[in-house]
Every structure is written in structure tokens, then in C-alpha cells.
């Protein structure tokens, strides 16, 4: 039966999910279940694109990636996969009918990552940020709304600036990795060998406008989605100030995170502030 198979491709999504970001897992756990399988689907799938870049550095990625856009296709045009991940990934494109252009979107931006190391331009970085992270959050944004057109149209904007701030948050999380390991330099105008007080500071306030409206949408999502969308918007503040207050050397040195019991203080002040509808 399809279903099992189908049953099966949801829990590998879910596994992808909490093996690779615990913090987005734990956000993704708040979410009310109607929805939280769905965000499952689409970080699994947004996840494995963006590993086969990253990552799988003794293997011809430009074959994988190929492959993987090969099947991928398939998979939204047949509505199945035997790749578990791109067949739950399908099923949640069509029962929320998300927008195909997000997803070629998407996979543009990915296969940026294959062969472009610098972004020189404010163009070429928001062409980027677009493709690989404000796409993501229109996609979840359509699981939230339901599909419901009007509404997605409505908070589009406010969606799309809060996967900014996320992208934005772990451009200056992993500068060290991002610079040293794969040779990219995602912020445009910024000479990552001398970064100081004043150029991280320029980011950060950036990063701060993206977050303050994707906050005003966050206060208009559907209560099934708006505590863990909340939460997570609460822990990337809370990382981007831990940012903010370290100096540009050590970032350059380290990853900084925020600690697990930190992590559990917000999510119980963001359950109490949902809670009163102080959100």
C-alpha cells in the first residue's frame, strides 16, 4: 500500500529534521500537528539540497545535484518518489499547491553554491538570500495559511524578511566555516579578513529590520502555527544578539551558538507569551 510507503517517507523527513538542527526541530515540535508533518517535508527536502553543496566534498556534486533536480522533477510531476524524502516533499506541494516557481527558485539558488564564491553586489546577495531562504519561507507560510491564497498574499512580505533574518543570523553563525572550509563570502561589500566593530555592526542592524517585520507577521499567523514560528523567530534573536555581543575576531574563530538550557527558557517564555496573547 502507498500509504505505508508514504507513512514511511514522513518519518524520514521527520529524522532529517532532528538529526540535522535540533533548534529547528524543537521550534518545529510547537507547531500544532495538522501542519507540523508538512514542515517536516519541506525542511527534509530543502535540507538534502543544500548537503549536497555543502558537504559531500569527495563526490562530483554537480552529477548529485543534477540527479537530485532530475528526480526531484519526477517526483512533482508523478506525485511519487522511491526517494523518501522528495516523495514526502511532493505531497505536501500539492496539498498546499505551492508555488512551483519558489521551488525553481530554490534549486537556482543551490546551484549558485556549486560554482559562485563571492557575492560582490547588493543584486547578486539578494538574488541569493531569495532563492535560498526567503522561498523557504513562503512555502511554510502556504502550510500555515492553508493555501489560502488571499492570506499568503497578505503576509508574504512579512515572511519573506524573516527567512532573511534566519538565512542573514546563520551567514554570520558560520563565517569561519563558510570562509575557511567551502571559500564563500555571502555579505557583499565586507572584507571577511578585516571584519570589525563597524562592518558586523552594518549586518547586524540589517539582520534587526528583517527581524522587526517578519515579527509583524508573525502576530497574524493562525494560532496552529504561530507559537513555533514565534519560538523560533525568539532563538535566532537570541543568537543575533549573542552575535552582536561578541567581538568580530572570535566569530571568526568559533561558531557561536546559544546553549541548550538557554534555548529551553525561551520556549518557555514563548509558550507563556502565546499563552496571553501577548503575541
Request: net charge neutral; with cysteine; charged share 25%.
Amino acid at each position: 500500500m502507498k500509504a505505508i510507503f508514504d507513512n514511511v517517507s514522513f518519518q524520514c523527513s521527520k529524522a532529517v529534521t532532528e538529526s540535522y538542527s535540533t533548534s529547528f526541530a524543537l521550534a518545529t515540535k510547537m507547531l500544532a500537528t495538522s501542519i507540523r508533518g508538512d514542515i517536516y517535508n519541506i525542511y527534509g527536502f530543502v535540507r538534502f539540497a543544500d548537503e549536497i553543496v555543502d558537504t559531500f566534498h569527495d563526490y562530483d556534486k554537480s552529477e548529485l545535484f543534477n540527479k537530485f533536480e532530475e528526480d526531484l522533477e519526477h517526483a512533482l510531476t508523478h506525485k511519487i518518489s522511491l526517494n523518501p524524502i522528495l516523495n514526502s516533499f511532493q505531497h505536501t506541494f500539492h496539498k498546499y499547491q505551492i508555488p512551483k516557481h519558489l521551488v525553481t527558485s530554490f534549486m537556482k539558488s543551490m546551484r549558485m553554491d556549486l560554482t559562485k564564491n563571492v557575492y560582490r553586489t547588493d543584486e547578486e546577495y539578494k538574488e541569493y538570500i531569495y532563492g535560498s531562504a526567503d522561498v523557504v519561507g513562503l512555502m511554510c507560510l502556504m502550510v500555515f495559511v492553508h493555501g489560502d491564497v488571499e492570506e499568503y498574499e497578505r503576509l508574504k512580505v512579512s515572511a519573506m524578511a524573516l527567512g532573511s533574518a534566519f538565512q542573514k543570523v546563520n551567514f554570520l553563525r558560520d563565517l569561519k566555516a563558510d570562509f575557511e572550509t567551502l571559500n564563500r563570502t555571502y555579505f557583499p561589500n565586507t572584507n571577511l579578513n578585516e571584519l570589525n566593530e563597524a562592518s558586523k555592526s552594518r549586518i547586524v542592524a540589517e539582520i534587526r529590520a528583517d527581524f522587526d517585520l517578519g515579527y509583524s507577521g508573525i502576530v497574524q499567523l493562525p494560532n496552529e502555527a504561530k507559537f513555533g514560528v514565534y519560538t523560533a523567530y525568539r532563538y535566532y534573536s537570541k543568537l543575533l544578539q549573542k552575535l552582536q555581543d561578541t567581538p568580530p575576531m572570535e566569530i571568526k574563530n568559533a561558531r557561536i551558538s546559544v546553549p541548550n538550557y538557554q534555548k529551553f527558557q525561551l520556549l518557555a517564555k514563548s509558550y507563556v507569551n502565546c499563552k496571553l496573547k501577548l503575541v
